[in-house]
Nanobody, 122 residues
Framework: QVQLVESGGGSVQAGGSLGLSCSAS????????MGWYRQAPGKQRELVAN???????NYADSVKGRFAVSRDGAKNTVHLQMNSLKPEDTAVYYC????????????????WGQGTQVTVSS
């Protein structure tokens, strides 16, 4: 089994910064991508930022220039640095590991963290 544990988040005033970290552990042979999604009340879950193997980071238009995602493939960790936060960034943020193989021949699966709340006040 694979577990994703998130840390960080919390409350901040508009214009402030927060960092989120996620660590994947368990029976992991390989991971294709790691990244962050978010879900605000009454809205669908949406991509924030994602990093796939041998590919540049991919960002939602709404966070480009403000957020930065970094991934350590050897440690199976991903970090999201969020700067110039806005009230509309308020949401539950979820870490996702995509295309996870638990052995060389296993099928690929996606895993999600439990979510961490980010609240930005105006």
């Amino acid at each position: 089994q694979v577990q994703l544990v998130e840390s960080g988040g919390g409350s901040v005033q508009a214009g402030g910064s927060l960092g989120l970290s996620c660590s994947a552990s368990g029976s992991i042979f390989s991971i294709i991508s790691m990244g962050w999604y978010r879900q605000a009340p009454g809205k669908q879950r949406e991509l924030v930022a994602n990093v796939a193997n041998d590919a540049p980071a991919n960002y939602a238009d709404s966070v480009k220039g403000r957020f930065a995602v970094s991934r350590d493939g050897a440690k199976n960790t991903v970090h999201l640095q969020m700067n110039s936060l806005k009230p509309e960034d308020t949401a539950v943020y979820y870490c996702r590991a995509g295309g996870v193989a638990t052995s060389p021949l296993s099928p690929l699966s996606d895993y999600w963290g439990q979510g961490t709340q980010v609240t930005v006040s105006s």
